[in-house]
């Protein structure tokens, strides 16, 4: 039996989740999230929990098993509480900074990078070499996260770039100076 598609998935109050079909919609108080789920798999809510249930031990109905009920999960927290990635700039001159909705990064680039978040994302700049991407859909944040990161990421020899906060850089030595002369 699969750990995680068995676990049993607890609705805080203030969240409801539907369930027609093979569609399953949670909302909450930051807002609502609808997904179709795979048809194999039966998701069901009872007792102040949501259940998903597989057919057979099948390796497919395994993997689909855990899928499903983590991208469920994912969708009752993200409802309640919401997702956040918290980015960092490291660069002489890096800096981020809003014009409306827009980010604008100087990353050492001739122009600096104008990023617009899809509608359901937001962007924070607490300080110039710190932002952070919020919003209720786990992939969206992660995504937007992950465009930002691939804008100029860090690099192994002096550590500039984009980075996730806390990421660690395996760092290189330089260019060792030509010995024997």
């Known amino acids: 039996m699969s750990r995680i598609g068995r676990l049993p998935i607890q609705i805080p109050?203030?969240?409801?989740?539907?369930?027609?079909?093979?569609?399953?919609?949670?909302?909450?108080?930051?807002?609502?999230?609808?997904?179709?789920?795979?048809?194999?798999?039966?998701?069901?809510?009872?007792?102040?929990?949501v259940l998903c249930e597989r057919p057979s031990d099948g390796r497919v109905h395994r993997s689909l098993h855990g899928l499903t009920r983590t991208l469920v999960a994912n969708m009752v927290q993200g409802v309640s509480q919401g997702f956040r990635k918290e980015l960092e700039l490291v660069g002489v001159g890096y800096r981020a900074q809003k014009q409306g909705e827009d980010l604008v990064l100087s990353l050492g680039f001739s122009r600096p990078v104008r990023y617009r978040p899809p509608s359901g994302v937001s962007i924070e700049v607490s300080d110039p070499t710190h932002f952070a991407v919020s919003g209720i859909s786990k992939e969206e944040v992660g995504q937007v996260a992950a465009d930002l990161h691939r804008l100029r990421p860090p690099e192994p020899y002096k550590g500039k770039g984009v980075m996730y906060r806390g990421e660690q850089i395996r760092r290189k030595a330089g260019k060792a100076t030509k010995g024997g002369r």
């Open 13 to 49: 109050d203030g969240v409801s989740v539907d369930v027609e079909g093979n569609r399953v919609t949670v909302q909450g108080p930051k807002g609502r999230l609808e997904r179709a789920v795979p048809a194999q798999i039966t998701v069901r809510v009872e007792d102040g929990r």
